[in-house]
């Protein structure tokens, strides 16, 4: 199990704005990050809400978080963005970091 | 653009010991924590632990008991050690770079990943 929770999978038509959410009692006053992962290819940073994102991740990927509850929000989908997504961020003991189980989008 | 470039032995019998190598090119090595992560057969990631360039590691405490992380600043490379190793660690590992703000009050995450290196566990 992990600390943080994550849907198993969300769908999302084409172009639409879909909201992928983590949540954890760790995550208050902490930030998370963001993770695209497309099958057989090494996890790629997206956001973590703070930081300026990453060149080559496109502005529709936007991150933030409200009491327990992380978000990465796509508005407008496409479809080159079907992949998993992970979050992470530390733990409850404040030293370690987590995971969260990940959730598998699929644009339709 | 700071790259990361993974090594190490891809076929461990149980018993055995992982060893995996990443080195940081085109980049200052300093100023960051360096990662290990791996993701078994069809599932999600897992953190393994972490070091800075002055040796200071954390560890994932479920796998603090068989894992070893190191650095060679001169080299500026991060190690991973793991024994004894089982079936159960089958998985692909990767190494990653950790951003944390001054005095590690907050953790940024990890922005730059290694190509990830898949270990097979068998006898």
């Known amino acids: 199990s992990s600390d943080l929770t994550q849907d198993p999978a969300v769908s999302v038509a084409l172009g639409q704005t879909v909201r992928i959410t983590c949540q954890g009692a760790s995550l208050r006053n902490q930030y998370v990050s963001w993770y695209q992962q497309k099958p057989g290819q090494a996890p790629v940073f997206v956001t973590n809400?703070?930081?300026n994102r990453p060149s080559g991740i496109p502005d529709r990927f936007s991150g933030s978080s409200s009491g327990n509850t992380a978000s990465l929000t796509i508005t407008g989908a496409q479809a080159e963005d079907e992949a998993d997504y992970y979050c992470?961020?530390?733990?409850?003991?404040?030293?370690?970091?987590?995971f969260g189980g990940g959730t598998k989008l699929t644009v339709l | 653009q700071v790259q990361l470039q993974q090594w190490g032995a891809g076929l461990l019998k149980p018993s055995e010991t992982l060893s995996l190598t990443c080195g940081v090119y085109?980049?200052?090595?300093?100023?960051?924590?360096w990662s290990w992560i791996r993701q078994r057969p069809g599932k999600g990631l897992e953190w393994i632990g972490e070091?800075?360039?002055?040796?200071?590691?954390n560890y994932n405490p479920s796998l603090k008991s068989r894992s070893t992380i190191s650095v060679d600043t001169s080299m500026m490379q991060v190690s991973l050690k793991l024994s004894p190793v089982t079936a159960a660690d089958t998985a692909v590992y990767y190494c990653?770079?950790?951003?944390?703000?001054?005095?590690?009050?907050?953790?940024?995450?990890?922005?730059?990943w290694g190509q990830g290196t898949t270990v097979t566990v068998s006898s």
């Open positions: 809400g703070k930081t």
């Open positions: 085109g980049e200052s090595f300093s100023g960051y924590y």
């Open positions: 992470n961020s530390r733990d409850s003991s404040g030293v370690h970091l987590v």
């Open positions: 990653a770079r950790s951003r944390y703000s001054d005095y590690g009050t907050y953790y940024y995450g990890m922005d730059v």
């Open positions: 070091i800075n360039h002055s040796g200071s590691a």
